[in-house]
Nanobody, 127 residues
Framework: QVQLVESGGGLVQAGGSLRLSCAPS????????MGWFRQAPGKEREFVAA????????YYEDSAKGRFAISRDNAKNTVHLQMNSLKPEDTAVYYC????????????????????WGQGTQVTVSS
């Protein structure tokens, strides 16, 4: 069973940065596609960013393009989401998700593609 543990959330002022980390436990995740999703209060969970198993392909939700960067270190079994130029509308609970044996970056946009989810980490951006 894969367990995903997110960290790095917190309170930051608008324009600031945060780096989220996700550390899957239980097995190596080098052949997993990985994604980040978020859910703001009163809203549905939405896609933020994804990276394929090799790290060679990434995909971002439009509002994240140019501000967020997803990366992975398979040797350290960790995936990161670097978030810069944060805005109050980025406030949400951020979830890490893992999709075993999925390499297609376009499939990684869909929540139904993922088999494993973390508990989430709160990101709050103050104006």
């Amino acid at each position: 069973q894969v367990q995903l543990v997110e960290s790095g959330g917190g309170l930051v002022q608008a324009g600031g940065s945060l780096r989220l980390s996700c550390a899957p436990s239980g097995r190596t995740f080098s052949n997993y596609g990985m994604g980040w999703f978020r859910q703001a209060p009163g809203k549905e969970r939405e896609f933020v960013a994804a990276i394929n198993w090799s790290g060679g392909s990434t995909y971002y939700e439009d509002s994240a393009k140019g501000r967020f960067a997803i990366s992975r270190d398979n040797a350290k079994n960790t995936v990161h989401l670097q978030m810069n130029s944060l805005k109050p509308e980025d406030t949400a609970v951020y979830y890490c998700a893992a999709a075993p044996l999925v390499a297609n970056i376009f499939l990684l946009r869909r929540q139904g593609t993922y088999s494993y989810w973390g508990q989430g980490t709160q990101v709050t951006v103050s104006s």
